[in-house]
């Protein structure tokens, strides 16, 4: 996961910032999911946090899932 920090300093109405501890806590809840999937969920949930706020900054996040290999895949 790489993201800029317009992802966790995006703030709601009182200048709270979304936080690394939010979007931590979505990966790990989602991580069984596609990478499209953990990216609408941490999307979805900073436009709630925000609400009616106007942004401040851009943002940008990446996600890059590597599936495990067994030995007999690997050969």
């Known amino acids: 996961l790489l993201y800029t920090d317009g992802i966790?300093?995006?703030?709601?109405a009182d200048g709270v910032p979304f936080g690394e501890e939010r979007l931590v806590d979505i990966v790990r809840q989602h991580?069984?999911?596609?990478?499209?999937?953990?990216?609408?969920?941490?999307l979805a949930e900073i436009r709630r946090f925000v609400g009616t706020a106007s942004p401040h900054d851009d943002m940008t996040l990446v996600l890059v899932k590597m599936e495990e290999r067994t030995a007999s895949a690997a050969a």
């Open 31 to 42: 991580g069984e999911e596609s990478p499209d999937v953990i990216r609408e969920k941490i």
């Open 8 to 12: 966790v300093e995006a703030m709601d």
